[in-house]
Each structure stands twice: as structure tokens, then as C-alpha cells.
Nanobody, 123 residues
């Protein structure tokens, strides 16, 4: 059983930056693909970024590519999402997810989920 705990959300002005963290309880964290998703009010959960177990492979949603960076530190059982040049449309609850799958963009491909952290970008 993998437990995921996100942190780092908050309120930021447009153009600002935030760094989200997701700490995993599982000692075999390094074997899991990790993903970030977000859900805005009234919308479905949407893919943001994914990273392979080694950190070599990353993939981003078109809406965040060039602004967000996903990374991981397997020694700390933690995955990060650096978010720069934030826009009001980035406002959402951000979730991290884990699975022993290959890097994936569908929420249904991930088994373990965190509780989410709120990111609010003001204009």
C-alpha cells in the first residue's frame, strides 16, 4: 500500500511560481511511475505530467509544457512539480498518483492517489 501526501499548494499571483511536492510512504518508490493531475471546479480530472521510475522519461500536457517541470528524488521518496509562469487557468486541486505502469496520461492507469493540494492563481 502506497500512501501519497502532497504539499506546496497555495495562493499566487499570475506569473508567479509554486513547487509542489508529493511524498510517498512506500520504500520501493523508485519502481513507480509518478504522475500529476489537476481538477478544476466543475471539470474532470486532467493529466498534467508524468515521470518514469528512473526520472529519465517525462511527458507533459500541452497546456503546461515549457512552464511546468516534473522531477523526482528516489532517495527521498518524493516527486516534485515546479510550476512557473502560472496562469489563472492553472487554478485547481493538484493530485499526485503512482503506479507500476509505464508513464501514462490516463487517470485510470494509476492506482494510488494523494489527497490533493489546492493551487489558486489570481489575476
Amino acid at each position: 500500500q502506497v500512501q501519497l501526501v502532497e504539499s506546496g499548494g497555495g495562493l499566487v499571483q499570475a506569473g508567479g511560481s509554486l513547487r509542489l511536492s508529493c511524498a510517498a510512504s512506500e520504500g520501493t518508490f523508485s519502481s513507480y511511475t509518478m504522475g500529476w493531475f489537476r481538477q478544476a471546479p466543475g471539470k474532470e480530472r486532467a493529466f498534467v505530467a508524468t515521470i518514469s521510475w528512473s526520472g529519465v522519461y517525462t511527458y507533459y500536457a500541452a497546456s503546461v509544457k515549457g512552464r511546468f517541470t516534473i522531477s523526482r528524488d528516489n532517495a527521498k521518496n518524493t516527486v516534485y512539480l515546479q510550476m512557473n509562469s502560472l496562469k489563472p487557468e492553472d487554478t485547481a486541486v493538484y493530485y499526485c498518483a503512482a503506479d507500476r505502469t509505464a508513464p501514462a496520461v490516463r487517470a485510470e492507469d494509476y492506482y494510488y492517489w494523494g489527497q490533493g493540494t489546492q493551487v489558486t492563481v489570481s489575476s
